[in-house]
């Protein structure tokens, strides 16, 4: 059953901002930019600033919506310990990250590599975000 007691909600805010912090290194020219904007052929410095906004706006928003299913997910999984919730998370990572990317990279006639980069980012964040949302549960 989905439980909504005892949600953390500056667990999540604070899941939130990882989010946001490690997706701005993630894709930034330190991170793997350079190598995002080879298989996709954009460039991010080059776009319009409105549509750059527009982009920043929605991810953030969808990064917030992620943080607050992944502490709804393990709060009414009640995992016994980080180990529990690491393999929760994990399962969901693969069965409903790295595995809808694959379809949706390949019917887009991208490469394994941008894959790899994208799928990689939401393994990273939603670890990091499981450690931060079990122990201030």
């Known amino acids: 059953m989905i439980d909504f007691e005892g949600l953390n ?3 999540i805010v604070l899941a939130w901002i990882v989010n946001i912090a490690v997706g701005a290194f993630w894709y930034s020219p ?3 930019a350079k190598q995002w904007s080879k298989h996709t052929g954009v460039d991010m410095m080059k776009s319009p600033k409105e549509e750059t906004d527009r982009a920043i706006i929605i991810v953030a928003i969808s990064s917030l919506l992620q943080a ?3 502490a709804l ?3 009414s999984l009640t995992p016994q310990n980080i180990g529990e ?3 929760a998370t ?3 990572w693969f069965g409903f990250t790295a595995i809808t990317t694959i379809g949706n990279t390949l019917y887009q006639r991208q ?3 941008l894959w790899w980069i994208n799928a990689s980012f939401f393994l990273v964040v939603m670890l990091i975000n499981t450690f931060i949302l079990y ?3």
């Open 9 to 11: 909600y500056i667990a």
């Open 30 to 32: 330190a991170g793997f």
């Open 90 to 92: 994990l399962v969901l």
């Open 85 to 87: 919730a690491i393999v």
């Open 135 to 137: 122990f201030l549960q």
């Open 111 to 113: 490469g394994w590599g």
């Open 68 to 70: 607050f299913a992944l």
């Open 73 to 75: 997910l393990l709060n």
